[in-house]
C-alpha cells in the first residue's frame, strides 16, 4: 500500500510553543485528513484538506494542502498541555476510496 | 458533528472463542466503513474496507476467514474475530466515511482486544 511519511517521529516542547509537522508521500493525494490521537481512544479528525494550495485554520491548528499534492503540513501554535498525543495524517488517491494513514507524530507538552 | 461508537471497548475472552465488535454510524448513513488495527505506539494498519451491501474487500495479509466482516445496514458494520488467539489481542478501530460531497472519514474509539 501507500506509505506517508510523517515528521517529526516525536517532539517535546515547551508550554506556549508552536510546533510545526509535516507529511509526505511518493503519490499524488485528492485529500489530506490530520488526527489526534489520545491513549486508548480513536483517533479524532481535526482538519480536512480537498484541494491544492489550501490553508485551512481550526483555532489554533492550521493546516495546507502541499502545492504538489504530495504533501501537507500541520502546525500549532502557543501549544498547550491538553495538545500532548499523536498526530496522524492521512491521504485518499484519487478515485480511491480508502485513506492511507502517516506513521505518526507524538507531541510532549512540557508545562 | 458525526459520531461512530463501537460496542464493546474492552473485550476479555478466552483463546478459541469468537467475538464480535460493533461499529454505528450514529447519526449518518455511511456506505463505506473501514476496519483498523492498531498495535501500541504504531500507526493504523487497514485491515479491510466494508461496503453496506455486498462483500467485504481485505487487505493483503489479513485472513477473512479469521475476521469476518458484516456491513447490514448504513449505519451497521459488525467485525467478528473467530477462534482468537493471544496474537489476536490488540486494538481494533473503526471508521465510518461521511458521505458530504467530498468525503471524510470519522472514527470510533476503538475496542482493546485481550485474548487470554
Not at chain 1, 76 to 99: E, H, K, M, T, W
Not at chain 2, 35 to 63: C, D, H, I
Request: aromatic share 12%.
Amino acid at each position: 500500500g501507500q506509505q506517508l511519511n510523517q515528521s517529526p517521529q516525536s517532539m517535546f516542547i515547551q508550554e506556549g510553543e508552536d510546533v510545526s509537522m509535516n507529511c509526505t508521500s511518493s503519490s499524488i493525494f485528492n485529500t489530506w485528513l490530520w488526527y489526534k490521537q489520545d491513549p486508548g481512544e480513536g483517533p479524532v479528525l481535526l482538519i480536512a484538506l480537498y484541494k491544492a494550495g489550501e490553508l485551512t485554520s481550526n483555532g489554533r491548528l492550521t493546516a495546507q494542502f502541499g502545492i504538489t499534492r504530495k504533501d501537507s503540513f500541520l502546525n500549532i501554535s502557543a501549544s498547550i498541555p491538553s495538545d500532548v498525543g499523536i498526530y496522524f495524517c492521512a491521504g485518499q488517491l484519487r478515485g480511491g476510496n480508502q485513506f492511507y494513514f502517516g506513521t505518526g507524530t507524538s507531541l510532549t507538552v512540557i508545562p | 458533528g458525526a459520531v461512530v461508537s463501537q460496542h464493546p471497548s474492552w473485550v476479555i475472552c478466552k483463546s478459541g472463542t469468537s467475538v464480535k465488535i460493533e461499529c454505528r454510524s450514529l447519526d449518518f448513513q455511511a456506505t463505506t466503513m473501514f476496519w483498523y488495527r492498531q498495535f501500541p505506539k504504531q500507526s493504523l494498519m487497514l485491515m479491510a474496507t466494508s461496503n453496506e451491501g455486498s462483500k467485504a474487500t481485505y487487505e493483503q495479509g489479513v485472513e477473512k476467514d479469521k475476521f469476518l466482516i458484516n456491513h447490514a445496514s448504513l449505519t451497521l458494520s459488525t467485525l467478528t474475530v473467530t477462534s482468537a488467539h493471544p496474537e489476536d489481542s490488540s486494538f481494533y478501530i473503526c471508521s465510518a466515511v461521511y458521505p458530504a460531497g467530498v468525503e471524510t472519514q470519522y472514527f470510533g474509539p476503538g475496542t482493546r482486544l485481550l485474548v487470554l
